[in-house]
């Protein structure tokens, strides 16, 4: 009875508080739950009940709102693979990614625009790291790359100057907050129940049925939020981004690679000056910094972006310069990977702090691509903040998701988020990952579910057959 009421149904139906309590009430077990509405959970959740309507869903979400954070707060970029190490989950979900995002926003009528891409060399040093990325791509089967000239930068980017770069015009810009809220609509109308302001503080398995349950133990896994709301399911796959590895030790799962976050500050070009700037304009990366250094990058609703830096935040998802909370400052600043990546990388923060205060200092480094640009062209713009997975050894864990056995054995975590082209929804269930049921009814389901769902969900939130020709690798 409930399911047929999910989704716009459910929504109708349930507008007054009351009956949503009431309806709360009525179903609080599923088969699956997932734990946070960013592009991810969404992606997972839509992958899984179109794979398996015959399941029962629950996505619970936070905030009022689905994905307010990383989802919402991103360059826009569709990458098309360039920068990942060639034979890399992420290079190759990457590449596939791009390609089923375009598919995706094409079936729905999404806009996006393939407004390429150019990763331009200023310096000579910059020119075998340049080759060395162009021969990357290749490996990668980046589509439709060549190198060019200055002349061919100067073709594609009339205010652009550069000694060479990397042309990929297979690259485009999209709004993934609009693209995450229709895999969200894509859930519900498939019959899954989204629930928001729901933050999820407790993952542990039950002692006992629910009260008044003919079904006896079989949801096993309470999920409580900080209200005292619980739901019950068999199997809980929880998407947290910045809360990610909170969630995964919460449910259970191991706490590393840790989340350490990084703001990034963007400055907008005042609308008289976006004719400088065509498409994405990209430095090459310095292989000694971990990330891909500031760029111009055109946005869906008409405006160019510049930048992000990367500073450690002090809160996360807290997008202001003096946002602050203790715990998550003391949880970073104790954990000792950040203070080896800390140590390794002194003049490069310094200098990402830096630029963040100083417009001036930010519009140098950008003057090197585009000379015309000046101080008076830009204005602060938004901020984002990034959930930056790393490990003890100070290294960027970058291979997408860490998921691993549970004591809850049912539990999946991902503490690692692709960028959001790469497809969000490769669940890899690493073949080590072996449920250990604390019921056998849960025994039975997780081998079908491991087998057939979670194993490889690979690029599932693209199209209805979205890397289902690559699937389960056990
Ligand atoms: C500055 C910046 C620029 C970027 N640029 C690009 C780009 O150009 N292209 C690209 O492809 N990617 C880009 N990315 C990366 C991309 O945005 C992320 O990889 C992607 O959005 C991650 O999605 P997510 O669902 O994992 O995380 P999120 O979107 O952060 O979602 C996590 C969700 O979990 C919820 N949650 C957390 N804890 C709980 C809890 N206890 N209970 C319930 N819910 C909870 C949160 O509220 C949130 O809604 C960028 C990221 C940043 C920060």
Redesign the pocket.
């Given at each position: 009875m409930l399911r047929i009421l999910n989704g716009a149904g459910f929504r109708a139906v349930c507008s007054n508080k009351k009956l949503l309590k009431d309806a709360r009430r009525l179903q609080s077990t599923y088969d699956v739950a997932i734990?946070?509405?960013?592009?991810?959970?969404?992606?997972t959740a839509r992958e899984l009940i179109l794979r398996h309507p015959n399941l029962s869903f629950i996505l619970?979400?936070?905030?009022k709102e689905?994905?307010?954070?990383?989802?919402?707060?991103?360059?826009?970029?569709?990458?098309s693979g360039i920068y990942y190490t060639p034979g890399s989950l992420k290079a190759r979900l990457c590449v596939r990614g791009a390609t089923l995002a375009y598919e995706y926003c094409d079936k729905k009528g999404l806009p996006y625009n393939r407004c390429g891409k150019l990763i331009v060399a200023v310096e000579q040093e910059e020119i075998p790291r340049l080759k060395a990325l162009y021969e990357r791509g290749l490996k990668n089967n980046v589509r439709d790359m060549t190198m060019v000239d200055a002349k061919g930068i100067r073709e594609r980017e009339p205010f652009c100057r550069g000694i060479m770069a990397i042309d990929s015009p297979y690259t485009g810009?999209v709004d993934?907050r609009m693209v995450?809220l229709r895999y969200g609509q894509d859930f519900e109308e498939a019959g899954g129940r989204v629930v928001t302001g729901?933050?999820?503080?407790d993952i542990s398995m039950a002692t006992e049925s629910p009260e008044g349950s003919t079904e006896g133990m079989k949801h096993p896994i309470v999920i409580r939020?900080t209200k005292g709301e619980e739901v019950r399911s068999r199997f809980v796959l929880?998407?947290?981004?910045?809360?990610?590895d909170?969630?995964s030790q919460?449910s259970g799962c191991s706490r590393e690679p840790r989340i350490v976050p990084?703001?990034?500050d963007?400055l907008v070009l005042k609308p008289e000056k976006h004719y400088l700037v065509k498409g994405n304009i990209y430095p090459v990366p310095d292989p000694r910094f971990p990330f891909l250094g500031v760029h111009f990058?055109p946005r869906m609703d008409g405006n160019v972006w510049l930048g992000?830096n990367a500073v450690l935040a002090f809160k996360r998802?807290g997008y202001k310069l003096f946002d602050f909370n203790a715990r998550d400052m003391v949880d970073a600043l104790s954990f000792r990977g950040l203070q080896k990546l800390v140590l390794r990388n002194i003049p490069y923060g310094l200098g990402e702090m830096y630029r963040g205060i100083n417009i001036a200092a930010q519009v140098k480094i950008l003057q090197k691509y585009i000379p015309e640009l000046s101080v008076s062209d830009v204005l602060r713009g938004p901020?984002?903040?990034?959930?930056q997975a790393l490990d003890r050894a100070g290294n960027l864990v970058d291979d997408l998701f860490s998921t691993e056995e549970s004591a809850t054995s049912a539990v999946v975590s991902?503490t690692r988020?692709?960028?959001?082209?790469?497809g969000?929804v490769f669940c890899v269930l690493e073949p080590h990952w072996k449920p250990t049921p604390p019921a056998p009814c849960v025994a039975r389901v997780a081998a079908a579910v491991v087998v057939l769902v979670f194993v490889w969900v690979e690029n599932s939130t693209f199209g209805e057959n979205g890397g289902r020709e690559t699937a389960p690798q056990t």
């Open positions: 734990v946070g509405g960013g592009i991810v959970g969404l992606a619970v979400e936070k905030e689905l994905s307010l954070h990383q989802s919402g707060h991103n360059s826009g970029v569709i990458h810009i993934w995450a729901f933050e999820v503080n939020d929880t998407c947290g981004g910045l809360y990610s909170r969630l919460i990084f703001r990034g963007y990058t992000p998802e901020s984002g903040v990034r959930a991902f988020s692709p960028p959001a082209a790469e969000a």
